[in-house]
């Protein structure tokens, strides 16, 4: 069982920016594919951005151009580089890992608050 460990989440202004950590246990870190989900009450959990172990990536329209998922396979870290955030960013921030078809390893959440 791989843990995961999120880090970075605040209280942020409308416009700033945040830098999300997720460190990974264990040695299947750089052979995976991760992701960020966020979540809010009553929604449903939603991917935000996603890289896999050859680097590629991909966004949810809603954070294209203002985030950044990237990873340091050596430091077994995931990041997410969350820049001019508006208030409906705000949420909980789960670092996820997929090592089959599917995400089944989780952290236990950051929140991100962003005022207006």
């Known amino acids: 069982q791989v843990q995961l460990v999120e880090s970075g989440g605040g209280l942020v202004q409308t416009g700033g920016s945040l830098r999300l950590s997720c460190a990974a246990s264990?040695?299947?870190?750089?052979?995976?594919?991760m992701g960020w989900y966020r979540q809010t009450p009553g929604k449903q959990r939603e991917l935000v951005a996603a890289?896999?172990?050859?680097?590629?990536?991909n966004y949810a329209d809603s954070v294209k151009g203002r985030f950044t998922i990237s990873r340091d396979n050596a430091k077994n870290t995931l990041y997410l580089q969350m820049n001019s955030l508006k208030p409906e960013d705000a949420a909980v921030y789960y670092c996820?890992?997929?090592?089959?078809?599917?995400?089944?390893?989780w952290g236990q959440g950051t929140q991100v608050t962003v005022s207006s």
């Open positions: 996820a890992l997929k090592w089959g078809t599917a995400y089944d390893n």
């Open positions: 264990g040695n299947i870190f750089r052979f995976s594919t």
């Open positions: 890289v896999t172990m050859t680097g590629s990536t």
